[in-house]
């Protein structure tokens, strides 16, 4: 395989060169004092100097409240602003002059907090990494076992990398994973908007709408992230009517072999993508007919077989139901409230897509006479259906979301002349800065509670790896288990995890609470709780007290972080209780069993 994929790539690469070579756009690559000068050039090359001087001077940090935006050097924020002053000046440039800043503004926004966090910045992650060290261990996952397990294309797919590679813990791919991902979605945005729009200039600020829009956060290690980027790809490679050095047949077995791949890689993105390609082919923007049945047969077939893991997250009670549509939520304890953070984060998101469903309006009016203006909005409406039929554990109106954005994009470019006045792009560069502030405030004002602390994930891996399969794991904070990074797989039972909800009301937050006894109590209800669910014997029972969950609880207004780590006081000074794990914070626990008593003779 690796021999195949080498001979392809240098196939290619030698055509695209010698392409390249007669091109403009390496004509203005020549080093000369014009190009040193030039605008663009100069703010591109001052903006990426200014962010990786800054990125690389702070170090690494604990985030709190805002992540690393309130740590960071203001210098910072220069660099990503004259990085937009870049793609700006490069109107009526090479395409490489604003796709040089744009590059280095993907990098910006991916690499500063791998940096200066030195870990993934989602707690989802945890899950992912687990799977692939297991693949890596014993070469094999079982179908049966869940839905992580039945769609494991990714995980496998890393898991090779890792071992071609002599990688024995993912963890650093995985803190780099939205760069290495944010690269190739780059590659395919700029293939799927050349598919209908001519102009470079066009191409490059779409793009960036689409990256400063585009907050949701999926570009995390998930199998999520690469379904969009395929689909990108499917939907660049349907679209038109010529495609240069590839015939009809070869493009149809491509198309096939993306099918294939998103169908073992995700549940959900195949049937958005293949639902657009359905749209595609009926507003005849792309053909044969038979186009969608590449990528929804592939699903179809797939979700047959795996139909036993399945059945659990499809019922025909969610079909139409608007509470499909409403994002999750958490209801705050009495006498306490959210952050504001917490607001302003969902808020931003909320205007950066406000913002471009008004461009993609405005690009609607002046082309609603040709058919491509009505294709394009029914295309970023597709995932809404998938989330009418499905919830998708109320987070589809995300995914629903991260599809539309890049169709609306592509509409938006529509009232964007082909070669627009002075005044055009400098209305452009204010609505991206303007874009660029909600981008930040939305993407990294929760990463205090979002970001895997190093001293959580070495607790987990403790637990898996002297835990029994019948072992529980109850996570100390009212946050439940978002900012713990649990896994799926060890121990084998996925019932090992025990939300704190069910232990604890939110009656005990009070100034006098709790207490000695309260620590008492919760082991003998915890004792109790396993001898109904689980049959863990007592000697089984671990808890975990983490500083992200206790960051998250104090976000949502769930209790305050001196109750939090009250808690975690008197349950390490208890006798019920015993700290097999402590560092930065983290108590990894265990219940106590109490010695028997001999009986007299």
């Given at each position: 395989?690796?021999?195949?994929?080498?001979?392809v790539?240098?196939?290619?690469?030698?055509?695209?060169?010698?392409?390249?070579?007669d091109s403009?756009?390496?004509?203005?690559?020549?080093?000369?004092?014009?190009?040193?000068l030039?605008?663009?050039?100069?703010?591109?090359?001052?903006?990426?100097?200014?962010?990786?001087?800054?990125?690389?001077?702070?170090?690494?940090?604990?985030?709190?409240?805002?992540?690393?935006?309130p740590?960071?050097?203001p210098?910072?924020?220069?660099g990503?602003v004259?990085?937009l002053?870049?793609?700006?000046?490069a109107?009526?440039?090479?395409?490489?002059?604003?796709m040089?800043?744009?590059?280095?503004?993907?990098?910006a926004?991916?690499l500063?907090?791998?940096?200066?966090?030195?870990?993934?910045?989602?707690?989802?992650?945890?899950k992912?990494?687990?799977?692939?060290?297991?693949?890596?261990?014993?070469?094999?996952?079982?179908?049966?076992v869940?839905?992580?397990e039945a769609?494991?294309?990714?995980?496998?797919?890393?898991a090779?990398?890792?071992?071609l590679?002599?990688?024995?813990d993912s963890?650093?791919?995985?803190?780099?994973?939205?760069?290495?991902?944010?690269?190739?979605?780059?590659?395919?945005?700029?293939?799927?908007?050349?598919?209908?729009?001519?102009?470079?200039?066009?191409?490059?600020?779409?793009?960036?709408?689409?990256?400063?829009?585009?907050?949701?956060?999926?570009?995390?290690?998930?199998?999520?992230?690469?379904?969009?980027?395929?689909?990108?790809?499917?939907?660049?490679l349907?679209?038109g009517?010529?495609?240069?050095?590839l015939?009809?047949?070869?493009?149809?077995?491509?198309?096939?072999?993306?099918?294939?791949s998103?169908?073992v890689?995700?549940?959900?993105?195949?049937?958005?993508?293949g639902?657009?390609?359905?749209?595609?082919?009926?507003?005849?923007?792309?053909?044969?007919?038979?186009?969608?049945?590449?990528?929804?047969?592939?699903?179809a077939?797939?979700?047959l077989?795996?139909r036993h893991?399945?059945?659990?997250f499809?019922?025909?009670?969610?079909?139409?139901?608007?509470?499909?549509?409403?994002?999750?939520?958490?209801?705050s304890?009495?006498?306490l409230?959210?952050?504001?953070i917490?607001?302003?984060?969902?808020?931003?998101?909320?205007l950066?897509?406000?913002?471009?469903?008004?461009?993609?309006g405005?690009?609607?009016?002046?082309?609603?006479?040709?058919?491509?203006?009505?294709?394009?909005?029914?295309?970023?409406?597709?995932g809404?259906?998938?989330?009418?039929?499905?919830?998708?554990?109320?987070?589809?109106?995300?995914?629903a979301?991260l599809?539309?954005?890049p169709?609306?994009?592509?509409?938006?470019?529509?009232a964007?002349p082909?070669?627009?006045r002075?005044?055009?792009?400098?209305?452009?560069?204010?609505?991206?800065?303007?874009?660029?502030?909600?981008?930040l405030v939305?993407m990294?004002?929760?990463?205090?509670?979002?970001?895997?602390?190093?001293?959580?994930?070495?607790?987990?891996?403790?637990?898996?790896?002297?835990?029994s399969?019948?072992?529980?794991?109850?996570?100390?904070?009212?946050?439940?288990?978002?900012?713990?990074?649990?896994s799926?797989?060890?121990?084998?039972?996925?019932?090992y995890?025990?939300a704190?909800?069910?232990?604890?009301?939110?009656?005990?937050?009070?100034?006098?609470?709790p207490?000695?006894?309260?620590?008492?109590?919760?082991?003998?209800?915890?004792?109790r709780?396993?001898?109904?669910?689980?049959?863990?014997?007592?000697?089984?029972?671990?808890?975990?007290?983490?500083?992200?969950?206790?960051?998250?609880?104090?976000?949502?207004g769930?209790?305050?972080?001196?109750?939090?780590?009250?808690?975690?006081?008197?349950?390490?000074?208890s006798?019920?209780?015993?700290?097999?794990?402590?560092?930065?914070?983290?108590?990894?626990?265990?219940?106590?069993?109490?010695?028997?008593?001999?009986?007299?003779?």
């Amino acid at each position: 395989i690796g021999t195949a994929v080498v001979a392809v790539h240098v196939y290619a690469c030698r055509r695209a060169l010698l392409r390249l070579r007669d091109s403009a756009v390496f004509r203005s690559l020549g080093l000369n004092w014009r190009t040193m000068l030039d605008g663009s050039i100069a703010c591109s090359v001052a903006g990426t100097a200014l962010w990786c001087g800054a990125a690389l001077e702070r170090g690494h940090i604990v985030p709190g409240v805002g992540g690393f935006l309130p740590d960071i050097s203001p210098l910072w924020y220069g660099g990503l602003v004259l990085l937009l002053a870049g793609i700006v000046l490069a109107r009526g440039k090479s395409e490489a002059h604003a796709m040089f800043a744009l590059v280095s503004l993907v990098a910006a926004l991916t690499l500063t907090p791998a940096l200066i966090y030195g870990m993934p910045r989602n707690q989802s992650a945890a899950k992912h990494i687990d799977l692939v060290q297991q693949i890596l261990r014993v070469h094999h996952l079982d179908r049966g076992v869940g839905i992580y397990e039945a769609y494991s294309g990714f995980f496998a797919a890393v898991a090779w990398v890792c071992d071609l590679a002599r990688i024995h813990d993912s963890i650093g791919l995985t803190t780099y994973w939205p760069f290495v991902i944010g690269l190739v979605g780059l590659a395919e945005l700029r293939f799927f908007f050349g598919r209908l729009i001519s102009s470079s200039y066009r191409i490059s600020v779409g793009m960036t709408l689409v990256v400063l829009v585009n907050s949701i956060g999926a570009d995390y290690f998930s199998p999520q992230s690469v379904g969009f980027v395929l689909g990108l790809g499917v939907f660049g490679l349907v679209l038109g009517h010529d495609w240069p050095g590839l015939s009809d047949r070869m493009r149809i077995a491509v198309l096939l072999l993306a099918g294939c791949s998103l169908a073992v890689t995700h549940e959900l993105s195949p049937y958005i993508v293949g639902g657009s390609l359905v749209v595609l082919v009926a507003f005849r923007m792309a053909r044969p007919w038979y186009v969608p049945a590449t990528c929804l047969l592939p699903a179809a077939l797939w979700a047959l077989l795996n139909r036993h893991v399945l059945t659990g997250f499809v019922s025909l009670a969610n079909l139409g139901n608007l509470s499909n549509f409403i994002p999750p939520k958490t209801i705050s304890t009495p006498g306490l409230s959210r952050l504001p953070i917490v607001g302003e984060s969902s808020d931003t998101l909320l205007l950066g897509l406000l913002v471009l469903i008004a461009l993609a309006g405005v690009g609607f009016v002046r082309t609603a006479r040709h058919m491509p203006a009505w294709s394009f909005p029914t295309c970023a409406g597709v995932g809404l259906l998938a989330v009418a039929a499905n919830p998708y554990g109320n987070e589809g109106i995300f995914r629903a979301a991260l599809f539309g954005i890049p169709w609306l994009a592509m509409l938006a470019m529509a009232a964007v002349p082909s070669n627009p006045r002075r005044w055009v792009s400098a209305g452009f560069g204010l609505v991206a800065v303007g874009l660029l502030g909600t981008f930040l405030v939305s993407m990294f004002g929760l990463d205090n509670a979002n970001v895997i602390r190093p001293a959580d994930l070495q607790a987990v891996r403790l637990f898996e790896t002297h835990a029994s399969a019948r072992s529980l794991l109850l996570n100390l904070a009212y946050g439940g288990d978002i900012p713990i990074p649990v896994s799926v797989a060890s121990p084998p039972d996925e019932g090992y995890y025990v939300a704190w909800s069910t232990m604890v009301s939110s009656a005990t937050v009070g100034a006098d609470r709790p207490t000695a006894a309260d620590a008492a109590v919760l082991a003998r209800r915890y004792v109790r709780y396993a001898a109904q669910h689980s049959g863990a014997p007592p000697s089984e029972l671990y808890a975990i007290w983490s500083p992200a969950s206790a960051e998250y609880s104090v976000d949502y207004g769930l209790e305050t972080l001196a109750h939090a780590e009250r808690w975690r006081e008197v349950l390490a000074a208890s006798p019920d209780w015993r700290v097999l794990f402590s560092h930065d914070g983290t108590y990894l626990l265990r219940v106590v069993v109490p010695a028997r008593t001999p009986k007299a003779h």
